[in-house]
């Protein structure tokens, strides 16, 4: 059974970090596309990151040059560095994995797996 689980969410005051981690079960990180999704209250799901098999990177305007995404195929963990946090940040954050594509997207409909999320709030 595939399984995401996400985790190193917490509450920061702006211009901090956290580093966001996301354990993949049943699932080789290393195969296949995976990305970070976030989600705001009242707000559409927004990818943020993505990673493709050979570790080719893409990321949203909003977010390039502040978030780093990586991995540890041996490790088979996805993570989500995130540097000089601002308020419109605060989201809750999904791993997500797809077994069919390869490449870095930003599109949730290339993914069919999904951690439960993980809350980042950032104060001003």
């Known amino acids: 059974q595939v399984q995401l689980v996400e985790s190193g969410g917490g509450s920061v005051q702006a211009g901090g970090s956290l580093r966001l981690s996301c354990a993949a079960s049943g699932y080789t990180s290393g195969t296949f596309s995976m990305g970070w999704f976030r989600q705001a209250p009242g707000k559409e799901r927004e990818g943020v990151a993505g990673?493709?098999?050979?570790?080719?990177?893409l990321y949203a305007a909003s977010v390039k040059g502040r978030f780093t995404i990586s991995k540890d195929n041996a490790k088979n963990t996805l993570y989500l560095q995130m540097n000089n946090l601002k308020p419109e940040d605060t989201a809750m954050y999904y791993c997500?994995?797809?077994?069919?594509?390869?490449?870095?997207?930003?599109?949730?409909?290339?993914?069919?797996?999904w951690g439960q999320g993980t809350q980042v709030t950032v104060s001003s």
């Open positions: 997500a994995g797809s077994r069919s594509y390869y490449n870095a997207y930003l599109s949730s409909s290339i993914y069919d797996t």
């Open positions: 990673i493709s098999n050979y570790g080719r990177t």
